[in-house]
């Protein structure tokens, strides 16, 4: 499973969301959310869904399966 970084991304900035806040959110540090937004570590897939809903996101757009 592949995660499109960049769209979720974009999806935080069109939200007005900052790293801070979605780091807060999912309740790891700035720091790591910056690390999964970058692709450097993997989505745990119970943070990847709260992202989603908070993002309000399509799974299907974002989740690439090989």
Not at 23 to 37: I, R, T
């Amino acid at each position: 499973m592949k995660v499109k970084e960049k769209l979720i991304r974009e999806a935080r900035i069109r939200k007005d969301y900052k790293q801070h806040d979605i780091a807060h959110f999912l309740g790891v540090s700035q720091s790591q959310y910056s690390k999964l937004e970058n692709g450097e570590v993997h989505f745990d897939i119970t943070q990847l869904g709260l992202l989603l809903d908070k993002l309000e996101l399509n799974p299907l757009d974002v989740i690439q399966f090989s």
